[in-house]
């Protein structure tokens, strides 16, 4: 694939997410009802990766600067071992790019080998790829692996066994018209039977501020649709993808490590016990 334009790397992009997230369609044709179909907007999608230097947030990152996406900020999530940039389109007609990756050495010796055997793995002309993000899984692994991987990190065993592919969209409540905040959103969705992250302890929402303690973010996101996944010794049953949703205040465009770091969590396996 030497050509491809943005359209084409979104549509493929979308077409693993749909696939790997029942919720995609639920939460739509749910949100349909009440909204106009402009009015669900992505503020961003979200890549995950690891730090090698042949698949690196950097390699990712090409994938869209290539086509006019520039790099706006940085961060350190350092209670998850993961460092992240995102990208905007100066076009403003793209979701922001947010692409994050597991610091390898982070990791026991043992599971870096299991990871570098995966890395090992990718066929050249997937690493030369300018669709890399969009190319799903370029790897086999037995289950077992991603169960040495989730011991040490979910993160680390998620991106083994889905691979290159959107971990989230999220939609822009600020966009939509039928619900004053994110709270009446995330309330709607847990009416219609939504199970969202950090529901159990009643923190499903979130928070960032400025330094006068007045908001500039508020997300909130589903605890990760659980998919089948293959592996060589057969398919189980494991978290996918997730969708987030965002409310921004005071213009500003950025992130927030301690949020990043909590809706991260919409993928770990623990959360999904006795559901
Ligand atoms: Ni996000």
């Given amino acids: ?80 071992n993961v460092f992240a940039k995102y990208y905007v389109h100066p076009s403003g007609q793209w979701p922001k790019v947010f692409i994050s990756e597991l610091q390898l050495d982070s990791l026991s010796q043992k599971a870096q080998a299991l990871i570098q055997e995966l890395i090992g793995q990718i066929p050249e002309k997937v690493l030369q790829s300018h669709a890399l993000c969009a190319m799903g899984r370029p790897w086999d692994l037995n289950y077992s692996t991603y169960q040495k ?18 971990n989230h969209a999220t939609l822009s409540v600020n966009d939509m018209t039928s619900f004053a905040n994110l709270e009446a959103l995330v309330s709607f969705l847990e009416e219609n039977g939504f199970e969202m992250n950090g529901q159990d302890s009643n923190q499903e929402i979130q928070k960032a501020f400025d330094p006068h303690g007045d908001y500039l973010l508020k997300q909130a996101s589903t605890l990760a649709a659980k998919v089948n996944v293959k592996f060589l010794d057969g398919e189980r049953i494991i978290p996918g993808c997730y969708y987030e949703f965002i409310e921004r205040f005071q213009g500003y465009e950025g992130f927030d490590p301690g949020n990043a770091s909590k809706i991260m969590e919409s993928t770990n396996m623990r959360n999904h016990r006795g559901h």
Avoid: C
Wanted: overall charge negative.
């Fill in 1 to 80: 694939m030497n050509k491809i334009s943005l359209h084409d790397l979104f549509d493929q992009l979308w077409e693993f997410y749909a696939t790997q997230n029942p919720q995609v369609p639920e939460i739509h044709n749910l949100l349909s009802r009440r909204e106009d179909l402009a009015n669900l907007v992505n503020d961003h999608i979200a890549l995950r990766t690891f730090a090698d230097p042949r698949i690196n947030l950097e390699i990712l990152a090409k994938n869209f600067t290539r086509l006019g996406f520039e790099e706006q900020a940085s961060y350190e999530l350092a209670e998850k």
């Fill in 149 to 166: 991987l989730q011991q040490e990190s979910e993160y680390a065993a998620w991106m083994s066994a889905h691979g290159f592919q959107m």
